[in-house]
């Protein structure tokens, strides 16, 4: 048996993660375990989407946090790493030098990385191993910039598209009818040729979606279920979202727009429930890596 660490650094729109995982090789198969996630609530999408760059106070907050992540890094012998960036940075005019600031601070190349390549690696993960083969799913990556969408038919993916559309945008009020309209012809062509497609979600929101429904893990949440919920949430203020439901400050407010996404591609897509694998970017990472050794500490 041989076991290494693997850490994949997420720079999202809402925020930044650092996820480090052991890499457990035996004859017969790889295991990849989680060890530890480190979530730091950085919104570089506030300044990207509004001001159009990375402003100075975030990029110092940024390269703090990247600091810290260089640390854990150390403390935990991690052998490999990845650093990938998405939608915030991809649209800010000063990303390339966000990326060289951040490479001579702390020593972390960060990869800036398109919408394609982000649900590739996620939906080529073999997300739906712990479920039935031959179900058709719509996996939906719910991000604060971006949505990713990937049609998977018998564990194998068919097609994916990348929309501007995310939790950071809707907030703050920068994504017209117009992608919507996108979002679902591209849906109901797509996930036409299938009898009955079943929806998968990722990211942090579904995630608490989910444990605020309090269902068995590894069950589908019904689109029955996941509305109530929804009009709930959007029933209470911003601060009673904090107190009744035990939310962070910075998902209390884009909790709301994301759930508002599932919902709609479980309409588009004529799905009744949604399983929600815990399962993301920086999962996906991880098996990226160890496919292509890269990026070694």
Request: net charge positive.
């Amino acid at each position: 048996m041989k076991i290494k660490k693997f850490a994949a650094i997420d720079i999202g729109s809402n925020a930044m993660r650092l996820l480090i995982s052991n890499v457990i090789e035996t004859k017969e198969a790889v295991h990849f375990q989680k060890n530890a996630l480190v979530r730091a609530p950085i919104r570089l999408g506030e300044d990207s989407f509004t001001l159009g760059e990375i402003s100075k106070k975030s990029l110092k907050r940024m390269i703090r946090a990247m600091k810290a992540f260089k640390l854990l890094m150390k403390v935990h012998g991690v052998s490999h790493y990845q650093a990938y960036a998405t939608s915030a940075l991809r649209e800010a005019n000063n990303s390339s030098d966000v990326v060289e600031s951040v490479k001579k601070m702390t020593g972390i190349k960060i990869e800036i990385i398109d919408g394609r390549k982000e649900a590739e690696i996620i939906s080529n993960s073999k997300i739906s191993d712990f479920l039935n083969t031959q179900k058709t799913f719509l996996f939906v990556d719910v991000g604060g910039g971006s949505t990713e969408f990937t049609i998977i038919n018998e564990g194998k993916r068919v097609c994916s598209k990348s929309f501007k559309i995310g939790t950071v945008r809707l907030i703050n009020n920068l994504v017209d009818d117009r992608i919507w309209e996108a979002i679902k012809n591209w849906i109901i062509k797509n996930a036409k040729p299938y009898h009955k497609i079943t929806l998968m979600g990722s990211g942090g929101n579904i995630n608490k979606l989910f444990k605020l429904s309090n269902i068995k893990e590894g069950k589908p949440l019904s689109v029955i279920k996941l509305n109530q919920i929804f009009l709930e949430l959007e029933s209470l203020s911003y601060e009673d979202r904090i107190v009744k439901f035990e939310l962070n400050p910075d998902r209390a407010d884009v909790i709301i727009p994301a759930a508002r996404i599932y919902l709609k591609a479980l309409e588009w897509s004529g799905g009744q429930r949604i399983y929600v694998p815990k399962f993301g970017l920086s999962d996906g990472m991880i098996k990226y890596m160890h496919k292509n050794k890269r990026k070694k500490v």
